[in-house]
């Protein structure tokens, strides 16, 4: 007999198509998605309400995400042992590079970023901690699933969705390049999913030799990049940022 608990997974399911949209969501539009009867979405819906996990827009009646998984999220952050090891290295390296710098880990199929450090200067930017984005488009996503050594039906499940006309939608070319990144042990992305930014990124090791996350460098191609290829001093410092770290936790006597 199953252990799981019907009320909590459906509920689940709502946060979850909450937190992946950029819009607020009706009680029919959820319906839908789930395949529930709009009664029982609504049900769920006033009982999230009520412990702050959801809340309504009065003029559309529609929902989003509430305050009280802010407060969550942010404990989450506080006791990740990988960003508390990370910060002053990842603040070292954006001084250095002068770009913005991120730490990430695998998140069903996709990259949560735990941490980020915005470029050094003073232009807008916007903070993208507890953001996802795609594994297949970016140098965090492509140096986890490499060094994770997901089998070939867990790789197959990911949405390869192209963002730019450089994404990688071929399961095959990413599989390949894949096993390139786990020998080479750092990936990079161009243009693959910003027109006009590249990133470079290496794996972070725990004490059980296990990939905790990774670290990347982001920034215009122009000074990323010689000649339409990533520049290999900053491959360099990325790796030796993940190294110092993976020694933070452990993985390096």
Not at 122 to 140: C, E, F, K, N, Y
């Amino acid at each position: 007999m199953s252990s799981e608990i019907q009320s909590i997974q459906r509920a689940a399911t709502i946060l979850r198509l909450l937190s992946g949209r950029s819009r607020r969501l009706g009680v029919v539009e959820l319906a839908e998605e789930i395949g529930l009867p709009k009664g029982t979405v609504h049900g769920i819906l006033r009982t999230l309400h009520t412990v702050g996990f959801v809340e309504q827009d009065w003029d559309s009646g529609k929902y989003q995400l509430g305050p009280s998984l802010l407060h969550m999220g942010s404990s989450y952050l506080d006791g990740n042992e990988l960003r508390t090891r990370a910060l002053n290295w990842a603040a070292a390296l954006a001084t250095q590079s002068r770009e913005s710098v991120r730490i990430g880990t695998l998140h069903e199929r996709q990259v949560l970023i735990v941490h980020h450090v915005v470029r050094p200067d003073d232009s807008r930017q916007a903070l993208d901690v507890g953001a996802l984005i795609p594994a297949h488009a970016t140098a965090l996503g492509k140096v986890l699933l490499a060094h994770h050594r997901y089998p070939a039906d867990e790789i197959a499940g990911i949405d390869l969705a192209a963002y730019t006309p450089a994404t990688i939608t071929d399961i095959d070319q990413l599989q390949q390049e894949l096993e390139e990144i786990s020998e080479r042990g750092w990936a990079s992305e161009i243009e693959e999913l910003f027109r006009g930014v590249a990133s470079i990124a290496a794996p972070i090791e725990d004490r059980h030799h296990d990939v905790a996350g990774a670290i990347a460098i982001s920034g215009p191609i122009d000074r990323l990049c010689d000649n339409g290829r990533p520049r290999s001093e900053i491959a360099g410092d990325v790796t030796r940022a993940a190294r110092t770290i993976s020694r933070e936790l452990g993985a390096i006597p």
